[in-house]
């Protein structure tokens, strides 16, 4: 069995020593989007990945999360470990209950392995239609998954670009559970936030059982300035679309740090800074807490909120 593997060139590797956050988090904030990554000698990476991440692993998640003040963990598979959820499954059963998880699964999965993956923590699938990440997203296969995890009360967790929206629409209001939609659809910021293709997010979200994350500004910004070097005012192009969403859907919203940060080549934001992003999307405690604590806390921690 392949045990070493070399990561992809050009990929950024995630700081190992992030600042404090001058942003205090609210008690019990809860990072709605982390991955782990391997450490590919213990859980291999998949044969048909598109890409080789660095090693991260459980243990240096939870180090992160204390750090930064976090209190608990969604871990989401990784494309590059395909449908072996071994190192997420792995990682929430290590995380005494301040972990849940989000699957990779194919479509003849059993109701045994969906009951074993529901012990474990996990509590919705991904499915992904970022052609740079997946070859295909069949939804009739996508459509028969749903179908298997809805009786368990899962979500399914979307993830694709803002201009894509359009022909995916008809078929993500088709599946019979909630939708969660990672990083605010992906939204082409340098388009105005007002315009038509925010717009048909917005209706979309509003018109379906839709929560949305407001994650990932490193992503969607184009004139930045990056989360670096103590910048207190990251991404300021991607702000007006989070503040729009958390405006609109306080209750439906979601923050997570997509540590540690995948398929980065231009630059790697640094973990602190990206806390201290926060406030300049939620600007009041009101909507701090929510987006951070009563929502979360309620679409995975169900009947536990304080």
């Not at 890409?51 to 998640?61: E, G, I, N, R």
């Not at 474990?120 to 028969?144: C, H, I, M, T, Y």
């Amino acid at each position: 069995m392949e045990t070493t593997f070399t990561k992809t060139p050009g990929w950024l590797d995630w700081y190992s020593n992030p600042s404090k956050p001058r942003f205090r988090l609210p008690a019990g904030t809860v990072d709605a989007h982390c991955h782990v990554f391997g450490p590919g000698a213990d859980f291999p990476f998949a044969p048909e990945r598109k890409y080789t991440p660095c090693d991260a692993s459980k243990d240096q998640l939870f180090a992160l999360r204390d750090h930064l003040g976090i209190s608990r963990n969604v871990i989401v598979q990784a494309t590059c470990h395909g449908a072996d959820n071994s190192a997420m499954v792995d990682a929430v059963r290590s995380s005494g209950g301040l972990a849940r998880g989000v699957a990779t699964v194919r479509p003849d999965i059993s109701e045994a392995e969906l009951s074993r993956l529901d012990d474990a923590g996990v509590r919705g699938v991904r499915f992904n239609f970022l052609k740079r990440l997946v070859s295909s997203a069949p939804q009739e296969d996508l459509a028969a998954i749903a179908r298997k995890i809805a009786p368990l009360g899962w979500h399914v967790v979307i993830y694709f670009e803002g201009a894509d929206l359009e022909g995916l629409e008809g078929f993500f209001a088709s599946l019979p559970t909630s939708l969660v939609v990672d990083h605010m659809g992906r939204p082409d910021v340098t388009k105005p936030v007002d315009g038509p293709e925010f717009s048909r997010f917005l209706r979309f979200v509003d018109r379906n059982d839709v929560w949305v994350k407001v994650s990932c500004p490193e992503r969607l910004s184009v004139s930045g300035p990056g989360a670096l070097n103590g910048e207190q005012h990251a991404y300021t192009d991607a702000v007006p679309f989070g503040r729009r969403v958390i405006e609109e859907f306080p209750d439906r919203v979601l923050w997570g740090t997509d540590w540690p940060h995948p398929n980065l080549a231009g630059h790697m934001p640094e973990d602190g800074l990206l806390v201290d992003y926060i406030p300049q999307v939620a600007v009041t405690p009101e909507q701090q807490h929510k987006l951070l604590v009563a929502n979360p806390m309620r679409l995975y921690w169900p009947g536990d909120e304080a």
